[in-house]
């Protein structure tokens, strides 16, 4: 009941690790919230010889709010990594800062003992370049490609922070805790889930479908093996054990219905596959069914009909139970009706379609007024994250060539790039003698991050601090929400 729907489950939280989140959340507070009196109290009392992450830690006879926040000691050092600035504070080797684990332990050759407890300012040059040369040996390439795109600013006097790792912004919040705690392993199946969750109907019917997936539908099958049936028999056949399949398609109403809308050409594998192989081929169907009501989205609504008729039979009796064809007119009808309501649209003042407007922009490069320049940056992934470079050009008022750049930054994500293609763009422009300065560039989420202020929490907090320490140089530079 508790895994996610993608993964089979009812998508329920677990009350006790939704707790542990909680308590989680008293931690981070604990870590971050140095002036707040009730966090002065605690560290003094319990931890003022510890530092940073070590200050949270089971203590015999401590007070209750302790023992209680002390409990999401382990999913703390989980969630938490180290956030570079000047690269004083963080041990390369021993801390959390770029992976998940400590570099050393996914170290390929042996640590020299003068480095073990070096700190990342000791692998990087005063220019704030990776000395690649003292690790090269000792890391995985794809983990070196890695440390290639971190930004340490050896010229700040801010010290590296913590932040959490588990979410993009480095912001703790409960739910991705939470979501820390239940990390699942990839479900075969997960397709499968999706295309249910997702399909065109009510919830009702989809919900039913989950249960018929999972064979916990009470057929009098079922029930008779949970001893609350007095026999495993269906009420409307008399004689033949009432399965999923046997409710389904098999009882002469579902059989008759079946017969007369799935295409001829298909009837064979439609009424010989067997019941997990049956169910998915046609929820995977993208096909047209009756009344142009996509299959999938008509297989669902009919089986759950059928359903519905057999618990009339059983519980109401055969009285109340249409014949063959009035359950089918009656399906068909309200599958019709559900298709269209579902594609209806929105009159609701103030509502939201359920489908994104695309939007296409012509993209054409503008001449910059007389005198000025105008720098194009850009920056990708193959993947996100994945292998990452930058490249730009700085053009005149008539459209002639200045100067540009390309480069290679290691493993990154396509904001990381963009963000790094700025950077270098920005830094070329100045060595180029261009004060007056127009930058464009295609990622609009760049430049939100470059002009929002951002929590140093931030994993990109320190390349985005030596962006705006350029940006504030003698010179005008124009950016796309800061004329």
């Known amino acids: 009941m508790i895994l996610p729907r993608r993964q089979g489950g009812a998508g329920l939280r677990s009350i006790r690790q939704a707790n542990l989140a909680m308590l989680a959340k008293g931690g981070w507070r604990l870590l971050k919230e140095t002036d707040s009196l009730w966090c002065r109290v605690l560290r003094d009392k319990y931890s003022r010889d510890q530092r940073d992450l070590g200050i949270i830690r089971p203590i015999q006879g401590s007070s209750f709010t302790w023992r209680t926040i002390s409990k999401a000691d382990d999913l703390l050092h989980r969630g ?51 000395r690649t040369d003292l690790y090269s040996d000792l890391l995985p390439q794809e983990v070196q490609m890695k440390i290639l795109s971190t930004a ?47 399909l065109p109907v009510p919830e009702r019917v989809r919900s039913f479908l989950w249960l018929t997936c999972l064979g916990r539908i009470a057929t009098n099958q079922l029930r008779f093996c949970r001893k609350s049936a007095p026999n495993p028999d269906c009420v409307r056949c008399l004689g033949q054990p009432e399965s999923i399949l046997h409710a389904l398609w098999d009882c002469p109403p579902a059989l008759f219905f079946w017969r007369r809308h799935v295409p001829t050409a298909k009837q064979h594998s439609f009424f010989s596959a067997e019941q997990r192989d049956w169910l998915r081929e046609n929820l995977s169907n993208s096909e047209a ?10 297989f669902g609504v009919a089986t759950w009909c059928l359903w519905k008729s057999r618990c009339e039979a059983c519980f109401k009796g055969l009285a109340a139970v249409l014949s063959p064809p009035s359950l089918a007119h009656s399906i068909i009808a309200k599958a019709k009706l559900w298709h269209e309501a579902w594609h209806a649209p929105m009159v609701l003042p103030g509502s939201r379609s359920r489908t994104a407007t695309r939007v296409v922009q012509n993209v054409g490069w503008k001449p910059p007024p007389q005198g000025w320049y105008t720098l194009n940056v850009d920056g990708a992934s193959c993947g996100n994250p994945g292998p990452a470079g930058t490249g730009g050009c700085i053009r005149d008022s008539s459209g002639r060539w200045v100067s540009g750049f390309v480069g290679n930054i290691g493993t990154a994500s396509a904001a990381l790039a963009e963000l ?14 261009c004060r007056t300065l ?46």
């Not at 790094?420 to 003698?433: K, P």
Request: aromatic share 12%.
């Open 289 to 298: 069914g009756p009344s142009g009501i996509p299959w999938a989205a008509f």
């Open 80 to 130: 938490c990594a180290w956030n570079i600035k000047n690269g004083r504070r963080t041990k390369f080797w021993s801390d959390v800062w770029i992976l998940q684990v400590p570099l050393k332990d996914v170290a390929v050759g042996q640590i020299p003992g003068e480095m073990e407890d070096a700190v990342v300012a000791d692998f990087v040059t005063q220019e704030g370049a990776w």
């Open 438 to 483: 127009k930058m464009e560039s295609g990622s609009r989420l760049a430049i939100e991050l470059i002009n929002n202020r951002l929590d140093q929490v931030h994993p990109y907090s320190t390349l985005l601090s030596a962006i705006r320490r350029k940006l504030s140089q003698d010179w005008l530079v124009s950016i796309p929400g800061r004329e």
């Open 152 to 198: 340490v600013d050896t010229i700040s006097t801010e010290n590296d922070t913590i932040f959490w790792n588990a979410a993009s912004d480095g912001r703790f919040s409960a739910k991705t805790a939470y979501n820390l705690l239940n990390q699942h392993d990839a479900d075969p199946d997960e397709k499968y889930w999706k295309i249910i969750w997702s």
């Open 420 to 433: 790094w293609a700025v950077f270098h763009g920005l830094e070329v422009a100045w060595n180029t003698g």
